[in-house]
């Protein structure tokens, strides 16, 4: 049988505590393992007891629910927090998921409510394995000729100035071909606002992105407590759960986020949005490799072309960017050999069009590059992709120095970046 869910109460009124623990009480597989009065007890009794759930009243004289939950998710980070408040307001909201809260219950709430939000946050806790450092072998099955460990992980962008160009397949596809080629891989949501990774690779969980902003130092053990763990052996980061979620997450996290994943992993894979933020900059920034994407089109190519005078001011090294065109299809719109000639680039790889199966693959969240489809020559063109990006990255230097975009970031974001160069230039 399943073990019990034990929960710890925490509220300053003795009557709500016990009113709490009232409405559990007949609940076969919860149970209460104790109460706290204050903010400090619940961090001393949290420590005590592991318990599996926390509810947290916000205010509380002393250390509140919101410093409390902060501190107890930093020192022991199986434990799933869920806030009561009577405030529902959504500042409150975001700074209870800031300090690693799970779910919020808006008092007075009814025993439904609160059972079922126990269950589901309980259901859903993330799988807290404790990370190993990168030079343990991350995948004891993987075959041992394949596996080379990189001495500093490699954080690879997969971004197109086009919405739609095909951005998350391609992250996804090439995250999950390099775990399974066995080196320790992250795929990181980085489109905030409306990722799709969590969908398309049929992962549901409550950890995102936001629960390791504002944090100073991210360790591994932090990292674990956060990221999912896919059937395919790849850890994924999610993009936050609801839009407006994506402002906890400053240029500053991204930067810190990345740089401190890539101490614990041989790949980072990032997924980012289309539209050019700071933050989008900061993570092109970041990466050793950006993979363009691009599709036959003449919208396509001439956000392409923008997006590499903006490199050329942005300084980045030619190098950094490997341009791959997707969805390709012989004899129809500009040709790949054109695409290559009007972009003055080399085309790294190609990837056919498969409209039905590529779709299907999304849908039912089953990367193309595992399962049935991956001898199809769309998943190959994948694999390929990530072979690539191991013989080009392993046991070799980023050729766009970090101190580059620590310089880049002190004149002023991605505008004043862009223009300061201008003025240098005379125009
Ligand atoms: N090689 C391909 N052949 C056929 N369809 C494809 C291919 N690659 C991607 N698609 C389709 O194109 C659409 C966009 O793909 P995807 O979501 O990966 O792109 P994106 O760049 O991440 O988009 P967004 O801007 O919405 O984040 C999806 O419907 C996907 O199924
Ligand atoms: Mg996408």
């Not at 391609?170 to 969908?199: W, Y």
């Not at 591994?220 to 759960?241: D, F, G, M, T």
């Not at 005078?309 to 050999?337: H, P």
């Not at 580059?404 to 002190?410: F, L, M, N, T």
Request: glycine share 8%.
């Amino acid at each position: 049988m399943a073990e019990n869910i034990r929960v710890l109460i925490v509220d300053d009124l003795p009557e709500t505590r016990e009113n709490v623990r009232k409405l559990l009480q007949f609940e076969p597989d919860i149970e209460v393992i104790g109460q706290a009065g204050t903010g400090e007890e619940a961090i001393e009794m949290a420590q005590q007891f592991q318990p599996d759930i926390i509810l947290m009243d916000i205010n509380m004289p002393g250390i509140d629910g919101i410093g409390a939950s902060q501190k107890i998710t930093e020192l022991i980070p199986s434990v799933q927090i869920i806030i009561m408040s009577v405030q529902s307001d959504p500042n409150y909201l975001r700074r209870a998921m800031m300090a690693g809260a799970r779910d919020f219950l808006t008092k007075p709430f009814g025993g439904d409510e609160l059972v079922a939000a126990i269950r589901r946050v309980h259901d859903k806790r993330p799988n807290i394995q404790l990370a190993q450092p990168r030079s343990q072998r991350a995948y004891p099955n993987a075959p041992a000729a394949e596996v080379q460990t990189i001495p500093e992980g490699k954080v690879l962008a997969v971004f197109s100035p086009k919405g739609g160009s095909g951005c998350t397949t391609i992250a996804i596809n090439v995250a999950v071909a390099l775990a399974r080629r066995g080196h320790k891989t992250i795929l990181v949501d980085g489109s905030l606002q409306f990722g799709d990774v969590a969908v398309m690779l049929d992962l549901k969980g409550m950890t995102s992105l936001a629960d390791l902003s504002e944090r100073g130092e991210i360790d591994v053990e932090l990292i674990s407590s956060v990221v999912q763990v896919h059937k395919s052996n790849l850890n994924v980061l999610l993009a936050p759960p609801r839009p407006e979620m994506a402002d906890v997450i400053s240029d500053d996290n991204v930067k810190n986020l990345l740089e401190s994943l890539r101490l614990s992993y041989d790949f980072v894979v990032v997924d980012t949005a289309s539209y050019l933020t700071e933050k989008t900059l900061t993570m092109l920034d970041v990466a050793d490799r950006i993979i363009l994407v691009t599709q036959q089109s003449l919208p396509s190519l001439k956000n392409v072309s923008r997006f590499f005078d903006l490199t050329e001011s942005l300084e980045y090294d030619t190098e950094k960017v490997w341009l791959v065109v997707n969805r390709v299809i012989e004899d129809q719109g500009i040709s790949v050999k054109n695409i290559g000639d009007i972009l003055k680039r080399p085309i790294v790889m190609t990837i056919p069009a498969a409209e039905s199966l590529v779709s299907a693959s999304a849908n039912r969240g089953v990367p193309l590059v595992m399962g049935a489809n991956q001898k199809h020559p769309v998943s190959i063109s994948l694999i390929k992709l990530a072979d690539y990006a191991r013989r080009e990255l392993v046991g070799k230097q980023p050729v766009d120095g970090k101190v580059k975009s620590e310089a880049q970031k002190e004149s002023g974001g991605i505008f004043g970046r862009f223009f300061g160069k201008r003025e240098q230039a005379g125009g």
